[in-house]
């Protein structure tokens, strides 16, 4: 079986400091991991994936993320938040292991940025 | 435009009638899926479809029905054995590949009145 965990539903900072949306994955073998985001009402925008090789993987809107396998954790992190990057954060995983193409969403996280 | 669209926008239902989201995508992908969000919930995955002619359950399979006669379409059915439809329900697909990220529709949120 596979899941995702977001053990925070909301994340709360000011702009211009880092911003931090944690993840930790299960999955019985290897996992591809991916962060979307999402903005009120419509559907979710692809940000970044991790397949394989550098731990430290970049995306689109300056996001990036790093990949922990010892500690089952794929953080999402932006040096310097913007009040657009503003919306719910959803992380995903998907069990290398067999040739299975379901794909497992965490609840999201909620991130508002202050001006 | 290449991409994903789920039809209607919002739909409402009365209880105990059946009824069809529609999904299509243009993006030659193999792989679809149905997800449900709720509020707190995150998305759950419904059903999904590798290829034609071929889906899978996913996670909350109760009370739904799918079909996959053609490549570019994946129609979900939501049936009056769901004992609560009333959500936003977005559709998804992927290229060939393991590796592969998903592309979203625009969602279609369903309301039982």
């Known amino acids: 079986a596979q899941s995702v965990a977001q053990p925070e539903d909301q994340v709360n900072v000011a702009e211009g400091n880092p911003l931090t949306v944690k993840c930790t994955y299960s999955?019985?073998?290897?996992?591809?991991l991916f962060w979307y985001v999402q903005y009120p009402n419509r559907g979710l925008q692809f940000l970044l994936k991790?397949?394989?090789?550098?731990?430290l993987v970049k995306g689109s809107y300056g996001f990036e993320a790093e990949f922990n396998k010892s500690q089952t954790s794929f953080h999402l992190k932006k040096p310097s938040a913007l009040v657009s990057d503003s919306a719910l954060y959803f992380c995903?995983?998907?069990?290398?292991?067999?040739?299975?193409?379901?794909?497992?969403f965490g609840a999201g996280t909620t991130v508002t940025v202050r001006a | 435009d290449g991409g994903i669209t789920q039809s209607p926008k919002y739909l409402f239902r009365k209880e105990g009638q059946n009824v069809t989201l529609s999904c299509e995508q243009n993006?030659?992908?193999?792989?679809m899926y149905w997800y449900r969000q709720d509020p707190g919930q995150g998305l759950r995955l419904i059903y999904y479809?590798?290829?034609?002619?071929?889906?899978q359950k996913g996670d909350i399979a109760e009370g739904y029905s799918v079909s996959r006669e053609k490549k570019e379409s994946f129609p979900l059915t939501v049936t009056s054995a769901q004992k609560n439809p009333t959500a936003f329900y977005l559709c998804?697909?992927?290229?060939?590949?393991?590796?592969?990220?998903?592309?979203f529709g625009q969602g279609t949120r369903l309301t039982v009145v």
């Open positions: 999955v019985s073998g290897n996992p591809y």
């Open positions: 993006l030659n992908h193999d792989a």
């Open positions: 998804a697909s992927t290229t060939d590949g393991l590796n592969t990220e998903a592309f």
């Open positions: 995903a995983v998907r069990d290398i292991g067999g040739n299975d193409y379901k794909l497992s």
């Open positions: 991790y397949i394989t090789g550098d731990n």
């Open positions: 479809s590798q290829i034609v002619n071929d889906f």
